[in-house]
């Protein structure tokens, strides 16, 4: 009521947010006990016509798995993951063109293209200290981000997870980017397993001395 849902411990989801499609909803909070969040539940979550109407959203702790394209498309200013979270699905969060900010406690995997297209997620992102494995095309396009901090936990990173991230806000696949400065520091002894993708579009790369021969 008054523009809030609210998601008790027991919830029965139904198909691809069928139970608030059409409602003007403006805060969402799922409560503690909540340890999923279906594929496509909130999927363009405050779109209304052609307009973005920022939506607060509040997860719990022990929530263990988002899935595939849960809010992809919608109106999130900022998200805070919690302690618990294992999984961040596919496309989770793909195309949420408001999203400034993100702030972690936990995740073991984030999904491929999960924050693909976030234009606007700005700043210094630094990842748990328990995350393992980061899907191809994760980050990619998020061309506002400036620095990011890989944990020594990271197994993987897969193909181009930070493709077009020091380009220029504007820049397309069709032409020769304006890069800036992006930089990454990874904490893994060993390094992730990829192809260096991480130093694709001019990121500079900062490792630990005493593993460095490792990265060339």
Not at 19 to 44: H, L, M, N
Not at 95 to 111: P, Q, T
Not at 128 to 135: H, V
Not at 194 to 204: K, P
Request: charged share 25%; proline share 4%.
């Amino acid at each position: 009521e008054d523009g809030k849902l609210i998601i008790k411990k027991g919830f029965q989801w139904s198909g691809e947010h069928e139970f608030w499609y059409g409602q003007p909803i403006r805060e969402v909070e799922i409560e503690e006990g909540v340890t999923e969040i279906v594929d496509y539940a909130f999927k363009d979550l405050g779109k209304n016509g052609g307009e973005c109407d920022n939506v607060e959203v509040n997860l719990p702790k022990g929530l263990k798995r988002i899935g595939n394209g849960a809010f992809d498309g919608s109106c999130i200013s900022s998200i805070k993951f919690k302690e618990g979270l294992e999984i961040i699905g596919a496309g989770a969060f793909s195309f949420c063109e408001a999203l400034c900010s993100i702030e972690f406690k936990s995740v073991k995997e984030i999904g491929a293209s999960a924050f693909s297209w976030c234009e606007n997620l700005s700043g210094k992102l630094v990842l748990p200290a328990n995350l393992e494995t980061i899907g191809q095309y994760a980050f990619d396009h998020c061309v506002s981000l400036q620095h990011v901090v890989l944990p020594a936990s990271t197994k993987s990173v897969e193909f181009s997870a930070f493709g077009w991230i020091s380009c220029e806000p504007g820049s397309d696949y069709g032409q020769f980017p304006h890069v800036r400065d992006f930089r990454v520091d990874c904490y893994a002894l060993d390094p992730p397993a990829e192809d260096m993708s991480l130093l694709y579009c001019n990121a500079e790369l900062h490792v630990p001395a005493e593993s460095a021969v490792k990265y060339l």
